[in-house]
Nanobody, 129 residues
Framework: VQLVESGGGLVQPGGSLRLSCAASGFTLDFYTIAWFRQVSGKEREGVSC???????????DYTESVKGRFTISRDNDKNTVYLQMNSLKPEDTAVYYC????????????????????WGQGTQVTVSS
């Protein structure tokens, strides 16, 4: 199992970035994928997740601070999950990680770190003028 993030960078406040999480070694569609972020010296926090239920309904969840600005999506053919980030603020500055939930069809919205077995290496997002 491997997760590789990309797409981070430096952007001005109000700008946009799209992060990608390329997955390999497992069937992406069976597993919940979440985005987390971490500022140095602070705890890693859940930002968004996406899951497919066993009856083929897709769900997404967002932490309150990014609702209306971030959009999570997945392309199963490309084995990739995306995080489109618009209207970026300086407080969005962090290292962003994607992670795979331990079990198939795992619930979205529970961002306890112990429920995510596999992590990418992270990509830095800096929002600054």
């Amino acid at each position: 199992v491997q997760l590789v993030e990309s797409g981070g960078g430096l952007v001005q406040p109000g700008g946009s970035l799209r992060l990608s999480c390329a997955a390999s070694g497992f069937t992406l569609d069976f597993y919940t994928i979440a985005w987390f972020r971490q500022v140095s010296g602070k705890e890693r926090e859940g930002v968004s997740c996406i899951r497919r239920s066993e009856n083929n309904i897709y769900y997404a969840d967002y932490t309150e601070s990014v609702k209306g600005r971030f959009t999570i999506s997945r392309d199963n053919d490309k084995n990739t999950v995306y995080l489109q980030m618009n209207s970026l603020k300086p407080e969005d500055t962090a290292v962003y990680y994607c992670a795979r939930r331990n079990e198939k069809y795992g619930q979205c919205g529970d961002y306890a770190l112990s429920k995510y077995a596999y992590w990418g290496q992270g990509t830095q997002v800096t929002v600054s003028s």
